[in-house]
């Protein structure tokens, strides 16, 4: 097996050109795309409330087949449309992709103001305890489980018996906030016992690592968290190395971390610039491959996905990134 040129295939399998060779064929396998993929923008609203959420939907077009839901929240100032690196290459392994969209907080927030920073600090004032996003989360949950969810095109292949949550920045407390985090504004729980697997990328973190085993006990699900050796907050105020805690933390979660090498707060949906040494692209094609690698294992129960996320960062990642596993703490293998 061709080692450390996992990644190399993801350019080529999502349809962007980042120069990269060829693999063999074991390791081709769980990154190339299986189905084509369809777009669809929802809208889910709650006659019984004025709460009403839109996504941005993509999902294997042509399978009869169950597949697992992966529900996706942005970060403060992002967008869904940010992620279609993430939502085509899921969709393609098989994988119901709903991005949430949050306009409250979305990139119409700040862009063309003239005291931009000022607006998303605010905006983070308002929004830091992520409770908005877990509910979000939950309330999609919601509407795709209730009479009337058939009226969606992907509606005839959902297995909402597999439902994994993922986000980036505040969207990355929301995930964890449903899988069991205790919530940092100090109110109630959050857990939704529906979600089956996390993946945050770059999650903030409000707590010391004295406390964060209390903090994240309740978490009992396969987590894999994604952050950069330079990913400090640009309002909120977690550092870099901080990110890491809810990894160290979850001793009843088979986990992963993911950590890229000189990545920060902006690779996961772009710089407005182009940067000078590895570009975006470079960094969401390690976030791609690892989080479909997970997915794979997690989401779809394949074992040999499972089996090379257990054979460590020389197999997987190029000088990118590198990862560190840990398993649950009395419990085996807790791959569906």
Request: aromatic share 8%.
């Amino acid at each position: 097996m061709l080692r450390r040129d996992f990644l190399r295939l993801i350019g080529a399998a999502a349809g962007t050109s980042a120069g990269f060779s060829s693999v063999s064929p074991a390791q081709s396998e769980f990154v190339r795309p299986v189905y084509s993929v369809a777009k669809s923008q929802v809208t889910w609203s709650a006659s019984h409330s004025e709460l009403k959420v839109e996504a941005l939907v993509y999902y294997p077009a042509d399978t009869q087949e169950l597949s697992p839901v992966v529900i996706y929240s942005h970060g403060l100032g992002g967008a869904p449309e940010k992620f279609a690196y993430l939502g085509n290459m899921w969709a393609s392994r098989g994988l119901i992709s709903i991005f949430i969209h949050h306009p409250e907080t979305d990139e119409a927030q700040w862009r063309g103001r003239i005291r931009a920073v000022s607006e998303l600090r605010e905006l983070y004032r308002r929004y830091w305890n992520a409770r908005d996003r877990a509910l979000a989360i939950s309330f999609v949950i919601d509407r795709l489980s209730s009479p009337g969810s058939e009226s969606t095109s992907f509606a005839s292949i959902m297995d909402l018996s597999r439902i994994g949550a993922s986000g980036n920045d505040l969207g990355a407390l929301g995930a964890l906030l449903v899988a069991g985090q205790l919530p940092p504004d100090g109110g109630p729980s959050l857990k939704d016992p529906r979600v089956t697997a996390i993946a945050p990328l770059s999650p903030p973190v409000f707590c010391d690592a004295a406390h964060a085993e209390v903090v994240y006990e309740n978490i009992t699900v396969p987590c894999m968290t994604i952050a950069g050796t330079r990913d400090d907050g640009i309002v909120g105020s977690t550092r870099a190395w901080q990110r890491r805690i809810p990894f160290d933390a979850m001793v009843h979660s088979n986990r992963y971390h993911v950590i890229l090498d000189g990545g920060d707060h902006m690779v996961y949906s772009g710089h407005l610039r182009a940067r000078l040494k590895s570009t975006d692209a470079d960094y969401q094609n390690v976030i791609r491959a690892a989080t479909t690698l997970f997915w794979s294992a997690y989401l779809k129960g394949d074992g040999a996905a499972l089996e090379l996320l257990g054979a460590g960062s020389d197999t997987i990642f190029n000088s990118l990134a590198r990862m560190e596993t840990h398993s649950a703490v009395n419990a085996g293998s807790v791959a569906r």
